[in-house]
Nanobody, 115 residues
Framework: QVRLVESGGGLVQAGGSLRLSCAAS????????MGWYRQAPGKQREFVAR???????NYADFVKGRFFIARDNAKNTVDLQMNGLKPEDTAVYYC?????????WGQGTQVTVSS
């Protein structure tokens, strides 16, 4: 079993920055893929970014150049640095881990960007 706990959300003005962190515990492996999704009110959950075990990364087009994902396998953490935040980035951000075909989700952390 894998447990994911997010932190770092909050309220920020447009143009500001936030850093989200996800701490994984339990039987997490460095071979897992980890990433972030988000869900805005009234919308479906959508992919934001992911980082593979070889540290390769992928980003949704709407965050490219603004958000950056990184992981520390020694600490079992994955961070999402969010810069140039926009009101449309307001959402609950969820950490995800995929390991041996199983998908694990965190409880989410709220990010609110005011205009």
């Amino acid at each position: 079993q894998v447990r994911l706990v997010e932190s770092g959300g909050g309220l920020v003005q447009a143009g500001g920055s936030l850093r989200l962190s996800c701490a994984a515990s339990g039987s997490i492996s460095s071979s897992s893929a980890m990433g972030w999704y988000r869900q805005a009110p009234g919308k479906q959950r959508e992919f934001v970014a992911r980082i593979m075990s070889d540290l390769s990364t992928n980003y949704a087009d709407f965050v490219k150049g603004r958000f950056f994902i990184a992981r520390d396998n020694a600490k079992n953490t994955v961070d999402l640095q969010m810069n140039g935040l926009k009101p449309e980035d307001t959402a609950v951000y969820y950490c995800i881990a995929v390991q041996i075909g199983l998908v694990y989700w965190g409880q989410g952390t709220q990010v609110t960007v005011s205009s």
